[in-house]
């Protein structure tokens, strides 16, 4: 089944750029293959999911790419076309001549409502050449105008277009130091409204993919080109094809629809994070070797002390004792830095896979009382190498991870709205000081939700 992705502003363009070329690259690659079939078994898998084929042989995005600005699309349509591995459709992309002015109510209230048609008739467009549609993956920013307030909009119109398609927004979360003056408007907007429409949303944090390309890739001078290929790296980890099922023969092929089944079991928990390791700069990869049962202790400390890369593991949160009642978990007894799961699912790729022990992620302690592990833990995996990491693991979970940035933002916006700085440039183009209170009260409810596990 296929998914087609929803590029939306600067940053999300940028993003699904590298992250259909990693996958372009893995689908190329001869590292870990152990037989000619199942090669060809996976490149045949990831092409349906993520690309159709022209007549000359040269693989084309499911991708619809949408800016208000010409410039970024012209420089992705150029890369792709000039890596000679893989293109988008010229006719795909849909650009104007002014942008959003990082204000999320131009964005959602103007320039969406304006375009829709032609942006729709883009999508469709994409759609039809899927014989089976997965769903839409949108890549798009919290905190900018076109990316969050017309990427909102656009998730709207796929909600009702599309009702039985599956929708998971790649969100990028804005760097805590701030971009745009407005961005905690921005990103309480965006999230209130995201959480009616999308099914999922998948938050990568800003600050911690710059960290990771500092301390564990060793990059002096941090580019956007350099925090975006982590995330396209990531991503990949967990979109190319799987066996999501022990002792299955073929590989997955409803991507995101997995995903939801195995990490989204209630409406008010779709809040999913990402870490993966190992994270390494080429040099230092070819001087390195992992185990599974190091690289997966590593991973389940990551996940029960909240640490979003393996460098600075806090190793002394430790998990409720197993035979704590459920009614108690919330007792003083329980360590406050420990990091709750609604569900969780660990992608592993690489040499020996089958051999890899993942029982400690099925702990009942690491989860909410209303699950058992049965239903709140999944695995899939894959015996190929990915993006030359011999092994390599993913964990994506549904947890209390994102608690703390929330309420930071929260608290920010509240701040502003408080003395009304900046109120008029949403008013203006159409948001009201109710549609402010009604976001905020559902990101608030949001936390609750989250902190009530």
Request: a neutral charge; charged letters at 20%; aromatic letters at 10%.
């Amino acid at each position: 089944m296929s998914v087609v992705a929803v590029q939306l502003g600067q940053c999300g363009n940028q993003i699904a750029f590298e992250l259909f070329d990693v996958i372009c690259s893995d689908l190329n690659s001869t590292s870990g293959i152990f037989s000619k079939r199942q090669n060809e078994s996976y490149q045949a898998t990831c092409k349906e999911r993520f690309f159709s084929e022209e007549t000359s042989g040269v693989p084309v995005a499911r991708a619809v790419l949408v800016d208000m600005e010409p410039k970024v699309i012209s420089q992705t349509l150029s890369m792709a076309a000039r890596s000679g591995r893989w293109k988008y459709d010229h006719h795909s992309q849909f650009s104007q001549k002014q942008g959003s002015g990082n204000n999320w109510a131009n964005g959602y209230c103007v320039h969406g409502p304006r375009h829709k048609e032609a942006i729709m008739d883009l999508v469709q467009r994409e759609v039809e050449k899927c014989d089976r549609l997965s769903g839409f993956l949108t890549a798009m920013s919290l905190a900018g105008g076109t990316g969050s307030g017309m990427g909102t909009y656009v998730t709207q119109c796929l909600r009702e277009n599309y009702p039985n398609s599956f929708l998971l927004n790649q969100v990028i979360w804005p760097y805590g130091t701030g971009e745009v003056i407005v961005q905690n408007y921005n990103s309480i907007l965006t999230l209130s409204h995201l959480y009616q429409s999308s099914d999922a949303l998948l938050v990568h944090e800003n600050d911690i993919i710059h960290k990771i390309c500092a301390q564990l890739m060793n990059i002096k001078q941090i580019s956007f080109r350099d925090v975006n290929k982590v995330l396209a790296h990531q991503l990949g980890s967990v979109f190319q094809p799987t066996y999501s099922t022990e002792g299955a023969t073929r590989y997955s092929r409803n991507p995101i629809g997995d995903l939801m089944e195995s990490l989204v079991p209630h409406v008010e928990f779709k809040i999913l994070g990402l870490r993966n390791i190992p994270q390494l700069s080429e040099n230092s990869l070819a001087y390195s070797s992992f185990t599974w049962p190091g690289l997966l202790k590593h991973l389940r400390q990551m996940l029960i002390a909240n640490a979003k890369m393996e460098e600075g593991i806090d190793w002394q949160v430790r998990a409720p004792s197993s035979w704590i009642p459920a009614a108690e978990k919330v007792s003083p007894t329980k360590d406050l830095r420990f990091n709750t799961s609604v569900a969780n699912l660990v992608v592993l790729r690489g040499k020996d896979v089958h051999t890899a022990d993942v029982g400690a992620f099925k702990d009942p302690v690491l989860y909410t009382s209303w699950l058992t592990p049965a239903d709140a833990f999944s695995i899939w995996t894959a015996s190929r190498a990915f993006n030359k990491y011999e092994k390599s693991a993913t964990l994506v979970s549904n947890s209390q991870f994102l608690l703390k940035p929330l309420d930071s933002i929260v608290g920010k916006a509240w701040n502003m709205f408080a003395s009304k700085a900046y109120v008029h440039q949403y008013t203006k183009f159409g948001i009201e000081e109710e549609d402010f209170l009604n976001s905020f009260t559902a990101v608030e409810q949001v936390i609750s939700s989250y902190s009530s596990l």
